[in-house]
């Protein structure tokens, strides 16, 4: 009788693993060397759209190196041939301004914070640039790209 408790237990388990993020299309990391963010580092993404209207998320993966609250990035969507079909700077915040605790999910000293992009005109390439004015950003590990069914 234990053995069959276990194993409803484990597959159980199992089916809430699986089912967890049946909504994503698309989710890749590119991490930077020396877990900074360089001024000259134009981090890019390849997707090609397979549903009408998807969601789309800018992750950054970061630690509590990082020395500002927030973070400004400018996202560019292009397509195929290179034509930028929409621009726009955002402004993140990492930290809360007041307390300093971390805005992301994580653990350790890491977290991950998504951040929706408001996408008008999709594209398949896109573009992420640091726009904070330094030439590099320690603490930032990874930056990342999500897409999902909306």
Request: aromatic fraction near 14%; proline fraction near 5%.
């Amino acid at each position: 009788m234990n053995k069959l408790l276990l194993v409803v237990v484990i597959l159980t388990g199992l089916l809430g693993f699986t089912s967890c993020d049946q909504n994503r299309l698309y989710e890749e990391y590119n991490h930077l060397q020396m877990t900074q963010w360089s001024e000259t580092d134009t981090v890019a993404f390849v997707y090609e759209p397979t549903v009408r209207s998807p969601a789309a998320f800018l992750a950054i993966r970061y630690n509590d190196g990082y020395d500002y609250h927030n973070l400004y990035v400018k996202y560019q969507v292009l397509d195929s041939i290179g034509n930028i079909r929409e621009e726009r700077l955002i402004n993140l915040q990492l930290f809360d301004p007041k307390s300093g605790r971390p805005l992301g999910d994580g653990f350790g000293n890491t977290y991950t914070l998504y951040h929706p992009l408001p996408i008008k005109r999709w594209g398949d390439h896109f573009r992420f640039i640091q726009y904070m004015r330094q030439p590099e950003l320690p603490g930032i590990e990874a930056v990342g790209l999500k897409i999902e069914k909306d």
